[in-house]
Nanobody
């Protein structure tokens, strides 16, 4: 079965940076053919997309609230995607989840993704 394992979360002060990793395994076909994305969810709030990537077209998309502060990338040799986050703000505090969905997804909609990791906590203090 598909497994997604996030890592790299932690506690940082406002203005700091973190790089999250998501190691993928168990895909019935190359994970390169899946849309991969990062979502986040803070207590009492809806889950929201942060950034997504699709290998065949090298398509990338980001949430408006994070544009200019985050970059999503992948290491195909290691079946891993990354989320580099800079200039972090207290409102970025949330559980961050890695997600995968077969085929192309141009929007950060949770329903487009069928497999999810357990999440990694990001806490930004002021």
């Amino acid at each position: 079965q598909v497994q997604l394992l996030e890592s790299g979360g932690g506690s940082v002060q406002a203005g700091g940076s973190l790089k999250l990793s998501c190691a993928a395994s168990g895909f019935p076909v190359s994970y390169y053919l899946y849309s991969m994305a990062w979502f986040r969810q803070a207590p009492g709030k809806e889950r929201e997309g942060v950034g997504g990537i699709y290998g065949p077209s090298d398509f990338r998309t980001y949430a408006d609230s994070m544009k200019g502060r985050v970059t999503i990338s992948r290491d195909n040799a290691k079946n891993t995607i990354f989320l580099q986050m800079n200039s972090l703000k207290p409102e970025d505090t949330a559980m961050y989840y890695c997600a995968a969905g077969r085929g192309f997804s141009s929007n950060l909609r949770a329903t487009d993704f069928t497999d999810w990791g357990q999440g990694t906590q990001v806490t930004v203090s002021s």
